[in-house]
């Protein structure tokens, strides 16, 4: 029922910035839960940001807030993750998720709580 698709991501040097984008079908995309996630190769998936659905705000990786920012724009069914200070340890394959069930800030940061989930797209910082 929801299909994502990432954009934005490519090479930057470390201090550089990025700008990653979801596109989401579907006619619900208001009601959604959104994530982003990465994975490092040889590592599992992690949590990067979140915004929670009925008004849950926003929430972010206490190693990443600051520097990451996750926002949404309804109308164009659209979800950014604004990068910013990158180093080479941010060097992944991000991928955005969508969650029509509600999710709350005890479990946004879990990959499980997304049924649905894009292709992902590479980023790699250099030093």
């Known amino acids: 029922q929801v299909q994502l698709v990432e954009s934005g991501g490519g090479l930057v040097q470390a201090g550089g910035s990025l700008r990653l984008s979801c596109a989401a079908s579907?006619?619900?995309?208001?009601?959604?839960?959104m994530g982003w996630f990465r994975q490092a190769p040889g590592k599992e998936r992690e949590f990067v940001a979140a915004i929670i659905n009925f008004g849950g705000g926003t929430h972010y990786a206490d190693s990443l807030k600051g520097r990451f920012t996750i926002s949404r724009t309804n109308a164009k069914n659209t979800l950014a993750l604004q990068m910013n200070s990158l180093k080479p340890e941010d060097t992944a394959v991000y991928y955005c998720?969508?969650?029509?069930?509600?999710?709350?800030?005890?479990?946004?940061?879990?990959?499980?709580?997304?049924?649905?989930w894009g292709q992902g797209t590479q980023v790699t910082v250099s030093s």
């Open positions: 998720a969508a969650s029509q069930r509600p999710v709350t800030s005890r479990t946004m940061d879990a990959s499980g709580s997304y049924a649905y």
């Open positions: 579907g006619r619900t995309f208001s009601s959604l839960a």
